[in-house]
């Protein structure tokens, strides 16, 4: 089970962050991801991170703003946001999968498990 949390509202410019909180005590064998969907949209890939931490991947348009990590001893994935601009606006979700050595997913067909999302609003 993955539970996100850590939304809210903040003005263009400002930073967030995101955590999600996995049961079990598997944590560290799974790769885990962060995707985002605004009303209307389909959901799209920020970023991912391999189970050791070790390899992270982001999309174009957050590379250089948001930052992956995880702690697997709080078994806790976390995504820092910053320099966030309005178009950030939307549910932000975690997602975990099984690792798979070299490589990491980026697509939502990819990941079995999912959290239930956390709201993120940008003013501008």
């Known amino acids: 089970q993955l539970q996100a949390s850590g939304g809210g509202l903040v003005q263009a410019g400002g930073s967030l962050r995101v955590s999600c909180a996995a049961s079990?005590?598997?944590?560290?064998?799974?790769?885990m991801g962060w995707f985002r969907q605004a009303p209307g949209k389909e959901r799209e890939f920020v970023a991912a991170i391999n189970w050791s931490g070790g390899t992270t991947y982001y999309a174009d348009s957050v590379k250089g703003r948001f930052t992956i990590s995880r702690d697997n001893a709080k078994n806790t994935v976390y995504l820092q946001m910053n320099s966030l601009k309005p178009e950030d606006t939307s549910v932000h979700y975690c997602a975990a999968n099984p690792a798979v050595l070299g490589v990491l997913f980026r697509r939502v067909s990819e990941y079995r498990y999912w959290g239930q999302g956390t709201q993120v609003t940008v003013s501008s």
């Open positions: 079990g005590r598997t944590f560290s064998s799974y790769d």
